[in-house]
Each structure stands twice: as structure tokens, then as C-alpha cells.
Nanobody
Framework: VQLQASGGGLVQVGGSLRLSCAAS????????MGWFRQAPGKEREFVCA????????YYDDSVKGRFTISRDGAKNTVYLQMNSLRPEDTAVYYC??????????????????WGRGTQVTVSS
């Protein structure tokens, strides 16, 4: 599976962005899909995820109520809608695909395939 994230950019506080993660090589229908982010000098952290079996979604508390993960099976693409953006959301955002168990869905080692990342900068 090859993943390509796009849609990042510069946005003001309170603004919105929608990130896309397009997959090629294999259908995403049986993969958990996650979004992670990494700010300068910090470790990569979990943002949200979509579990393929059951369709449940999971969010970090810092983005709950502001971010929404969704999937378009026909386009083999996963989206991250980000609203009410804050300066602390500034980071490189990565999409990932994996088939790990539920206990790993918030962990980087729960994912095998990673996109290159797209920069999101929120200015105050």
C-alpha cells in the first residue's frame, strides 16, 4: 500500500483544513486508518483513527470535537477534517494504514504503511 497525504497548508487560528490520504496498490477496506502528527522536537503522536472492522473512530482528547476522520471507499481515500484549528495543531501530519488489534490503534507500531506527511501550520 502506498499512501499519499495532501491538503496541508497555512491557516489562521480558528480556521479549517481538510487533509486527504489517497491509497494505491491495495484497497483500504480491511485496514485500520490512522492520522498522526509530529511537531518539531516532539515525538509523533496519535490524532485519530478509523477501525475497519466495526467502523468505529477514535480521537485523541486534544482534537475531539474539532477533527473528524472519514473514509471514501470508492476513492480509496481517507480524510481528516480539521476545524477550529489552534497554534498547537501545527505539525507534520501523517496518515497510516495497518491491521493491528484494537489495543494498538493509538500506537505508531500498530501501523505498517505510512505516507510522507503534509505540513499544517496554524498562525495566531
Amino acid at each position: 500500500v502506498q499512501l499519499q497525504a495532501s491538503g496541508g497548508g497555512l491557516v489562521q487560528v480558528g480556521g479549517s483544513l481538510r487533509l486527504s490520504c489517497a491509497a494505491s496498490g491495495r484497497s483500504l477496506s480491511r485496514y485500520n486508518m490512522g492520522w498522526f502528527r509530529q511537531a518539531p522536537g516532539k515525538e509523533r503522536e496519535f490524532v485519530c483513527a478509523f477501525k475497519w472492522s466495526g467502523g468505529n473512530t477514535y480521537y485523541d482528547d486534544s482534537v475531539k470535537g474539532r477533527f473528524t476522520i472519514s473514509r471514501d471507499g470508492a476513492k480509496n481515500t481517507v480524510y481528516l477534517q480539521m476545524n477550529s484549528l489552534r497554534p498547537e495543531d501545527t505539525a507534520v501530519y501523517y496518515c497510516a494504514a495497518g491491521q493491528g488489534i484494537l489495543s494498538t490503534i493509538r500506537l505508531t507500531n500498530g501501523y505498517v504503511y505510512w505516507g510522507r506527511g503534509t505540513q499544517v501550520t496554524v498562525s495566531s
